[in-house]
């Protein structure tokens, strides 16, 4: 196992930010950066943090990110990654439905609480308007991919399953959502014909 130089990493300073305006953690002079309030920053982002998702990196960092997504989200899909996912909720109570050994469940998050969702798990955060919740996730490997998966609400059929590498969840998640509500092709059920619809974001 390599270690680290301190002289080197002062010599070469990380980017207080990465290519997509992210700060890294570091303050770009070879340092560490300071805290952040996270009322005070979400007062400040919080008009950037849109549905469906409403998610924005607080730090994007090269072995793991962390999001605050901020309610209300408009979801209809399933997320699933080989990698694990840490929750925290800072404001509100929400759920997370899964799909699991147990069938599809809904598991109560309440302000103040965290949770765990293991790799491989199909889930989907519930958001309600003014909740505030913290996500951390693993950096993924170039070669790693993870799966946006909508099933038929009438008949629980598999309707879609976009499989794809994501450098940026902010945005993409955004973008692969809006093509597959976009084309009847893709989101009409196979099995019953039912259209899976783009839902208005959660008001509860």
């Not at 409403?54 to 997320?79: E, T, W």
Request: hydrophobic share 35%; aromatic share 8%.
């Amino acid at each position: 196992m390599s270690t680290i130089n301190p002289t080197v990493v002062v010599a070469n300073p990380v980017p207080a930010t990465d290519s997509l305006g992210d700060p890294t953690g570091w303050d770009g002079a070879g340092g560490v950066a300071g805290a952040i309030n996270i009322g005070s920053w979400v007062k400040d982002n919080k008009h950037l943090m849109v549905p469906p998702v409403s998610n924005k990196y607080l730090f994007s960092g090269q072995d793991f990110f962390v999001m605050i997504i901020a309610g209300p989200n408009a979801r209809n899909d399933f997320h699933m990654t080989n990698s694990e996912e840490f929750f925290m909720q800072i404001k509100g109570d929400v759920s997370v439905r899964v799909r699991d050994a147990h069938g599809i469940r809904d598991i109560p998050l309440r302000e103040g609480e965290s949770m765990f969702v293991p790799g491989g798990i199909p889930h989907r955060p519930q958001r309600g308007p003014d909740t505030i919740g913290l996500v951390v996730e693993r950096r993924r490997l170039p070669s790693e991919t993870e799966h946006m998966i909508f099933y038929c609400e009438k008949c629980d059929a598999l309707v879609y399953d976009k499989e794809f590498t994501c450098s940026d969840i902010v945005k993409q998640f955004r973008r692969e959502m809006e093509a597959f509500w976009a084309d009847p092709k893709l989101c009409t059920c196979p099995s019953c014909g039912t259209r899976v619809p783009k839902p208005a974001p959660r008001t509860a």
